[in-house]
């Protein structure tokens, strides 16, 4: 079974960056679209980035210019740049992976991210 462990997560102030990754256990090449999805307290899990092997890039319009997704086939890694933070990013963010050729998609534990004012 493919394992997602994210890590990058933690506190900061607003204005300030973080950076997510997730570490994928299989080859990137198995996988069509890699990305984000965050999840805040009393709210439903919420796409924020993903992005193709080849680099096509889809972000949600609350952090288009703030953050970056991008894709390390060397390190089958996926990271998460994330500028200007605002305390409305705060949330636990999962990592996701959908398999090429199926329906299948699986997912990260999730790593916290909070945002101070």
């Known amino acids: 079974q493919v394992q997602l462990v994210e890590s990058g997560g933690g506190l900061v102030q607003a204005g300030g960056s973080l950076k997510l990754s997730c570490v994928v256990s299989?080859?990137?090449?198995?996988?069509?679209?890699m990305g984000w999805y965050r999840q805040a307290p009393g709210n439903q899990r919420e796409f924020v980035a993903s992005s193709t092997r080849d680099g096509r890039t889809n972000y949600v319009d609350s952090v288009k210019g703030r953050f970056t997704i991008a894709i390390d086939n060397t390190k089958n890694t996926v990271w998460l740049q994330m500028n200007n933070l605002k305390p409305e990013d705060t949330a636990v963010y999962y990592c996701?992976?959908?398999?090429?050729?199926?329906?299948?998609?699986?997912w990260g534990q999730g790593t916290q991210v909070t945002v101070s004012s």
């Open positions: 299989e080859s990137i090449s198995n996988f069509g679209i």
């Open positions: 996701f992976a959908e398999w090429r050729y199926t329906d299948i998609t699986d």
